[in-house]
């Protein structure tokens, strides 16, 4: 079966420090991979997304993500938050030959920046 | 452009009674998607629609129920609401592209059952 798992339910950190969010996933298959964040009271925006290449792919907002296919992760990270990052943040992931709309998500990661 | 529209924003009904939540894509979207989130089950996939039908469904019952226009809007219905319903549903839009498809989502609809 499908699955998502992020590895922190909730960090919290000082603006300037870096940031890292585990994602492992289990999927028999080509898979397209995504972290969207959902920022209070807002709804969620995509941050970045991975379909094939570079393993290395860069978001919005500073934000980047490494998918390793041997170790089926696709971590996130942000060398410096600011206060503004802080939010939930989800990992996604699909079949390249699935559902178009059907993502599987992690649980979410809630990270608190505090100034 | 505009982005994905749902109605209502919020709304509060009991149990026993229907719902119907409302979708509009993005303008030349032709796949929507609709999402059940609670903090208890995360965010969890509901249907899929394209060119009026359902391409796949997710592990609800069938009180859950959708449907899609051929403008591309597409409702969602949940009929003999249970408090467990209580939920903020979101519904997302794509053109879609295969293999490279994106998800927009919108603000979502904050269901409260009593």
């Known amino acids: 079966a499908q699955s998502v798992s992020q590895h922190n339910h909730h960090v919290i950190l000082s603006e300037a420090a870096s940031l890292e969010l585990g994602c492992n996933y289990s999927?028999?298959?080509?898979?397209?991979l995504f972290w969207y964040v959902q920022y209070p009271g807002q709804h969620l925006q995509l941050l970045l997304k991975?379909?094939?290449?570079?393993?290395l792919v860069k978001g919005i907002k500073g934000f980047e993500a490494e998918f390793i296919k041997s170790k089926f992760s696709f971590n996130l990270r942000k060398p410096s938050v600011q206060w503004s990052d802080t939010a939930e943040y989800f990992c996604?992931?699909?079949?390249?030959?699935?559902?178009?709309?059907?993502?599987?998500f992690g649980a979410g990661t809630q990270v608190v920046v505090t100034p | 452009k505009a982005g994905v529209t749902q109605t209502p924003r919020y709304l509060i009904k009991t149990r026993g009674q229907q719902v119907t939540l409302s979708c509009s894509p993005i303008?030349?979207?032709?796949?929507v998607s609709w999402y059940q989130q609670t903090p208890g089950q995360g965010l969890q996939f509901l249907f899929e629609?394209?060119?009026?039908?359902?391409?796949n469904k997710g592990n609800f019952p069938g009180r859950f129920s959708g449907r899609q226009f051929s403008n591309s809007r597409s409702e969602m219905n949940v009929s003999t609401l249970e408090l467990g319903d209580s939920a903020l549903y979101l519904c997302?839009?794509?053109?879609?592209?295969?293999?490279?498809?994106?998800?927009?989502f919108g603000a979502g609809s904050r269901l409260t059952v009593l």
């Open positions: 997302a839009s794509s053109l879609p592209l295969l293999g490279a498809n994106v998800l927009t």
């Open positions: 999927y028999g298959g080509t898979v397209n």
């Open positions: 991975y379909f094939s290449g570079d393993p």
């Open positions: 996604a992931v699909t079949g390249t030959t699935d559902s178009w709309g059907k993502l599987q």
């Open positions: 303008s030349g979207h032709r796949s």
């Open positions: 629609y394209f060119s009026e039908t359902q391409r």
